[in-house]
Nanobody, 125 residues
């Protein structure tokens, strides 16, 4: 079993920044792929960013490319999502996920074995 806990969400104005954190515990490995997804009200959960075990090969959705940055601290079992230049359309619940069977992050939900409870991000003026 793996437990994931997100933190760092909040309400900000357009153009502001937030940094989300996801702490993994239990049987998580530093070699497991991890990712962030988000789900806006009434919409499907979609991929935002992923990072390979070891911290390389970050991948991003086109909608956040150049504004968001994913990183991980394997010593602490934490994955971060730095979100800059936030827009109202970034408003969503953000979820952390881990794939304990692969080192390479995938852009779809299916491969991920465990999910966090989510943290709300609201961007509004």
């Amino acid at each position: 079993q793996v437990q994931l806990e997100e933190s760092g969400g909040g309400s900000v104005q357009p153009g502001a920044s937030l940094r989300l954190s996801c702490t993994a515990s239990g049987r998580a490995s530093s070699w497991d792929a991890m990712a962030w997804f988000r789900q806006a009200l009434g919409k499907e959960r979609v991929f935002v960013a992923g990072i390979a075990g070891g911290g390389d090969r970050p991948v991003y959705a086109d909608t956040v490319m150049g504004r968001f940055s994913i990183s991980r601290d394997n010593a602490k079992n934490v994955v971060y999502l730095q979100m800059d230049s936030l827009k109202p359309e970034d408003t969503a619940v953000y979820y952390c996920a881990i794939d304990v069977h692969s080192r390479v992050p995938e852009r779809t939900r299916l491969p991920y074995d465990y999910w966090g409870q989510g943290t709300q991000v609201t961007v509004s003026s």
